[in-house]
T-cell receptor, first 112, second 115 residues
Framework: SQQGEEDPQALSIQEGENATMNCSYK?????LQWYRQNSGRGLVHLIL?????REKHSGRLRVTLDTSKKSSSLLITASRAADTASYFC????????????FGQGTELSVKP | DTAVSQTPKYLVTQMGNDKSIKCEQN?????MYWYKQDSKKFLKIMFS???????INETVPNRFSPKSPDKAHLNLHINSLELGDSAVYFC??????????????FGEGSRLTVL
């Protein structure tokens, strides 16, 4: 099974609403990252949170990390139709030489 | 000016053929990667090179051979293509590498279809 599992697999909301995506992982990590992938495009890095951090903000994004529960969440506030994409969490696993392992992703659809 | 560029964007080929995908990054990064994304969008790391040295080699069939002529280039050659090789292949680069691996910069992907 995968290091990162995301929940929900798909999320559909209206413009202006908040979107929350969750990521759980199994082993100790050095950092956790979130990426966005628009349809037919490459992945784009959104935010990185280190294992000793609990919360981070970047614009309309808020990421939390709970290492005791081995979970993270990505909150997008005041969503826009342009936020429609797949969102992936990725973890750099402790003691595995920097390998970045991706979760299965959440497909977010924001309806205008 | 594209940071990570890979070519070609699309490949359609018959089973048994050999194909190559090229990747170049102009970010000055030491580390480059190949990832495979399947039809369910699952991304799996295949290889990683740090300064032309192979550092990650996941359980990938021997038919896949990466080559890094210099730290700005990482190519992927696939021999004897099989139906299951159909996927989108992404090249990426990062700096730094190691337990503090930071942001990965991805190319736009190369969609391989094996008929």
């Amino acid at each position: 099974s995968q290091q990162g599992e995301e929940d929900p697999q798909a999320l559909s909301i209206q413009e202006g609403e908040n979107a929350t995506m969750n990521c759980s992982y199994k082993t100790s990590i050095n950092n956790l990252q979130w990426y966005r992938q628009n349809s037919g495009r490459g992945l784009v890095h959104l935010i990185l949170i280190r294992s000793n951090e609990r919360e981070k903000h970047s614009g309309r994004l808020r990421v939390t990390l709970d290492t005791s529960k081995k979970s993270s969440s990505l909150l997008i506030t005041a969503s826009r139709a342009a936020d429609t994409a797949s969102y992936f969490c990725a973890t750099v696993i402790y003691n595995q030489g920097g390998k970045l392992i991706f979760g299965q992703g959440t497909e977010l659809s924001v309806k205008p | 000016d594209t940071a990570v560029s890979q070519t070609p964007k699309y490949l359609v080929t018959q089973m048994g053929n050999d194909k190559s995908i090229k990747c170049e990054q102009n970010l000055g990064h030491d580390t480059m990667y190949w990832y495979k994304q399947d039809s369910k969008k699952f991304l799996k790391i295949m290889f990683s090179y740090n300064n032309k040295e192979l550092i990650i080699n996941e359980t990938v069939p021997n038919r896949f051979s990466p080559k890094s002529p210099d730290k700005a280039h990482l190519n992927l050659h696939i021999n004897s293509l099989e139906l299951g090789d159909s996927a989108v292949y992404f090249c990426a680069s990062s700096q730094p590498y190691g337990h503090n691996t930071g942001e990965l910069f991805f190319g736009e992907g190369s969609r391989l279809t094996v008929l």
